[in-house]
């Protein structure tokens, strides 16, 4: 099975449309993603507002969190010459 990631339209859609309402599910079948994938967006990248006193999920924020995640990610890891070293005795 092939994954791709959310694309930040995607993330921007997601806005969009849970600020008019509409549910996870419908969401997920607009964005043609399973309804999971949406599920651990917001859940991933919601945050509580003490101004509003409430929880938003803001893509532009959610975006960047995202490109944080993959940096620190183990697949993303680079390795010099130096890590293969063998250690001397």
Known sequence: ???THLTENERYMISALRKQGIST???AKQLGR???TIYREIER???YNKFFD???Y???RAQQMARNRL???RRNKRYTKLD???PEA
Do not use: G, V
Request: with cysteine.
């Open 1 to 3: 099975m092939k994954y």
């Open 54 to 56: 409430r929880y938003s």
């Open 45 to 47: 990248n919601c945050r």
């Open 71 to 73: 940096s620190r990610s």
């Open 84 to 86: 293969f070293r063998l």
């Open 25 to 27: 599910a419908k969401i």
């Open 34 to 36: 399973h309804k999971a």
């Open 58 to 60: 803001q893509p532009e």
